[in-house]
């Protein structure tokens, strides 16, 4: 059966065959080869047999093909109502085709399924609230993926990303000394302005273990360093694992449902380690949903819960501006207009749209919602992968304009973001739209607000 | 003929709608399966069960979701159409006669010019339900000939009930074809779409479970449907 070298239903656990995809520049050797690449329809069959249990398979049939979900979906909003955006057909034409033809299909079938799972679905399970028979076409087009990539149809960027996963535990090619490295540097070099600040690593018993997202070593280390203050300030005791330490998991927007428990047994692993009484991860959506939300799953641990209590880094700030152990310096409030960008992983899946009302009520003067917020907002634009992979990116860029219509309508020219996807959709948003829009997390913004207690301000300025 | 088809047949229909039902709802809970899932059905009960009930009422009530009160046009539409389809049949004085007679036991009753008009009202709101398939690009896309004939196979019975009961043309004729078509129907929704009838509130209470247990329900009140 022939299948590519690059291209192929291989998953990547070496560096040789990792390199070799990061060498094929846009995957453009990937894709060809993927032209070619057969459908092992056996395994497909097989795979349907013992993985598609009644939900989906209920989901499937039961459709009423009323319709509501076509308004859900952003980008059949953005695609001027294209009748083939409506999540019930994007589902049913792939999906509910495999199955019919009992995994029967070919090639071309499969490229055409693996550009709806990417392209046309940001898993955001918005259609899922909007389906009186509470069908979720987002959970089956997780399911889809998982399918497309057991068959090496998988955008090329998402393949390396599941490798980064196998090899280095991580998205990204940090290594557990890289990272220890940069905790290091960033502390030294925030000492001056902060003194006594540390980063604390594989310290055992600590109340906080916090986890992030490998971009902010590998590109944003100031990031790292705005969580130590932050925590600094605070007077948490708190610590970061050597290894374990990334949250995210690109391997769950590829449906590598290996290198998914590859990686969130690597965080788990970190945390029976080291003990801490719970972990708190970073500002990121997917980050949560795979490691706190979805992750207990994937590593067969029967309560759903992972070993110790996991929470969002909005519930920390929530929890420390309510409870005072940071302080807002009142003339330091965000004045002008400000909005918040409701991710889908932790506020529709995850139930913390109250929290992050919370927060803005202790920092913002002039908060303005969006329409739809909460558990019915919009997703970014970018979630579930789409940001990250250029074969999509004229499809990616005019999904953003449900978002964009939406921050404008609120009259706001700052987007709070505290998801590292959302961030991305509104910063490339900016970037082709230009309104004038900035965006940022909470951590820096946060650093510019709270008080400083006289004993923690640098020497100088006592 | 009347006498068969009141009779065994009647239980043979009752038999299959009945037994089939049972035999889908259990085929379900049996399919379900907490890691594929990823929902601890058995643990966390008490979150699971909140989010099921709220999932569930807030679906079968008019507008008691923001799905439905986004659309109140379609709103309307589907729970007239649902509510006389349910309602008609169930408390129509000559079926209740029928069960007192054959089966020794009736329920309330409803006067014959309501169940008349609502008669008349579910196949307008069918009528409706038809033109909007065919008027909507988003629905038309989803429509497929299976929908017409499982709707067709659903208003059959009013349509012919409706004839019968004012005696159109040749009543025996149009109650043999009512008796029939109810009778088919009645065999047709365990083995079709129709199943949606008990299918329904599993699909509705699993995803609760799923809001109410994992995706949220530990963190507040729980999903705003």
Redesign the interface.
């Known amino acids: 059966m022939a299948e590519g070298k690059l291209c192929n239903r291989k998953t990547v656990d070496t560096k040789e065959y990792l390199n070799a995809l990061l060498a094929d520049k846009s995957g453009k050797q990937y894709y060809k080869e993927m032209e070619e690449l057969d459908v092992d329809t056996d395994k497909l069959q097989a795979t349907l047999k013992a993985?598609l249990?009644?939900?989906l398979?209920?989901?499937l049939?039961?459709?009423?093909?009323?319709?509501?979900c076509?308004?859900?979906c952003f980008l059949?909003l953005a695609n001027n109502?294209d009748?083939?955006q409506?999540p019930?057909?994007k589902i049913?034409s792939t999906l509910g085709e495999i199955v019919k033809r009992k995994g029967k299909v070919d090639n071309k079938f499969m490229r055409m399924v693996m550009d709806t799972a990417w392209s046309k679905c940001t898993c955001c399970n918005r259609c899922?609230?909007?389906?009186?028979?509470?069908?979720?076409m987002g959970i089956m087009f997780g399911y889809l993926r998982g399918l497309c990539f057991s068959q090496g149809f998988v955008p090329w960027e998402l393949k390396i990303g599941t490798g980064m996963h196998r090899i280095f535990q991580a998205q990204m090619d940090v290594t557990s000394e890289d990272w220890v490295d940069t905790c290091e540097w960033m502390a030294e070099e925030y000492e001056d302005d902060w003194p006594d600040l540390a980063i604390p690593v594989d310290k055992e018993n600590a109340d906080i273990m916090y986890t992030l997202n490998a971009r902010e070593p590998k590109h944003y280390p100031d990031d790292i360093a705005e969580t130590a203050v932050l925590f600094h300030l605070a007077g948490e005791n708190w610590t970061v694992p050597s290894e374990g330490w990334d949250q995210t998991n690109l391997a769950m927007f590829a449906g590598d449902w290996g290198a998914c428990k590859i990686q969130v047994e690597s965080v788990y692993k970190a945390m029976n380690r080291l003990k801490p009484k719970r972990m708190v991860g970073t500002e990121c959506g997917h980050a949560h949903r795979s490691t706190v939300?979805?992750g207990p799953?994937w590593a067969?641990i029967?309560?759903?819960k992972t070993p110790v209590e996991s929470i969002h880094y909005v519930e920390w700030v929530a929890e420390a501006l309510r409870t005072g152990k940071l302080k807002i310096d009142p003339s330091k409030k965000i004045k002008e207009p400000v909005t918040y960008q409701d991710s889908c992983n932790y506020i529709?899946?995850?139930?913390?749209?109250?929290?992050s009302r919370e927060i803005m009520s202790y920092i913002a003067e002039d908060f303005r919602e969006m329409t739809p917020n909460?558990?019915?907002n919009f997703c970014c634009g970018g979630g579930g992968g789409f940001n990250g992979i250029g074969r999509y990116r004229a499809q990616r860029n005019a999904g953003l304009q449900i978002k964009r219509q939406q921050i404008l309508d609120t009259g706001a020219k700052l987007v709070i973001s505290p998801c590292h996807n959302c961030w991305d959709a509104i910063r490339d948003m900016e970037e082709i739209f230009k309104d004038g829009i900035r965006w940022s997390f909470l951590k820096p913004l946060l650093i510019n607000m709270v008080e400083v207690p006289e004993h923690l301000k640098p020497e100088g300025e006592l | 003929m009347y006498e068969f088809l009141t009779g065994p047949a009647a239980i043979a229909a009752f038999g299959i709608f009945f037994i089939g039902l049972i035999v889908r709802v259990i085929i379900y809970i049996r399919g379900l399966h907490w890691q594929m899932d990823r929902v601890t059905y058995t643990v966390n009960v008490s979150y699971g069960i909140k989010g099921a009930i709220r999932s569930v009422i807030a679906w079968i009530l008019p507008f008691g979701s923001v799905g439905w009160r986004s659309k109140p046009g379609i709103t309307l539409l589907f729970f007239i159409f649902h509510f006389g389809l349910l309602f008609t049949p169930l408390f129509l004085q000559a079926h209740n006669f029928l069960l007192k007679e054959r089966w020794g036991f009736s329920l309330w009753t409803i006067s014959d010019p309501t169940a008349d008009l609502l008669t008349i009202i579910t196949l307008v709101a069918a009528v409706f339900l038809v033109l909007r398939r065919i008027a909507l690009a988003e629905v038309r896309i989803l429509t497929t000939a299976y929908d017409y004939i499982l709707l067709g196979i659903t208003v059959a019975p009013f349509l012919t009930g409706l004839l019968a009961f004012h005696q159109v043309w040749d009543y025996h004729f149009w109650l043999m074809v009512h008796i029939i078509s109810g009778e088919i129907m009645l065999i047709c929704i365990p083995f079709t779409k129709l199943s949606h009838v008990v299918l329904f509130f599993c699909s509705r209470i699993q995803l609760g479970m799923d809001f109410g247990i994992k995706r949220g329900g530990m963190k507040g009140k729980g999903f705003a449907w």
Not at chain 1, 61 to 68: L, Q, Y
Request: aromatic fraction near 12%; include cysteine; proline fraction near 4%.
């Open positions: 993985s249990k009644s939900r398979r209920t989901w049939e039961i459709c009423a093909h009323c319709g509501m076509a308004d859900s059949y109502r009748p083939k409506v019930s057909y049913q899922a609230s909007f389906c009186p028979f509470g069908i979720d939300i979805e799953y067969g029967k309560d759903g529709r899946n995850g139930g913390l749209k109250n929290i909460r558990e019915h």
